[in-house]
């Protein structure tokens, strides 16, 4: 009997473990995809920014007649 619940405290504490390195994990994944998810809008604005840009440059040239 001592023996089966040596054995479950020891799979208990290896339970706790891995749900604690779960939990680490997890938060640097947010972290992660946060700075992901800036990273994208910073660079879609800028997409922006440059197609509005070249819009402006190419209503600039004069059309040509054909």
Same mark, same amino acid.
């Given at each position: 009997m @001592?023996? @089966?619940? =040596?054995s479950l405290e020891r799979k208990?504490? &290896?339970?706790?473990a891995l749900c604690q390195r779960l939990r680490e994990d997890n938060q640097q994944l947010r972290q992660q995809l946060a700075s992901?998810? *800036? #990273?994208? =809008?910073q660079? *879609? #604005?800028k997409i922006g920014t440059a197609s509005n840009r070249l819009e402006i440059l190419l209503?600039?040239?004069? &059309? @040509? #007649?054909a």
């Amino acid at each position: 009997m @001592e023996a @089966e619940f =040596k054995s479950l405290e020891r799979k208990l504490h &290896e339970f706790v473990a891995l749900c604690q390195r779960l939990r680490e994990d997890n938060q640097q994944l947010r972290q992660q995809l946060a700075s992901a998810i *800036s #990273d994208n =809008k910073q660079l *879609s #604005d800028k997409i922006g920014t440059a197609s509005n840009r070249l819009e402006i440059l190419l209503n600039q040239i004069p &059309e @040509e #007649d054909a």
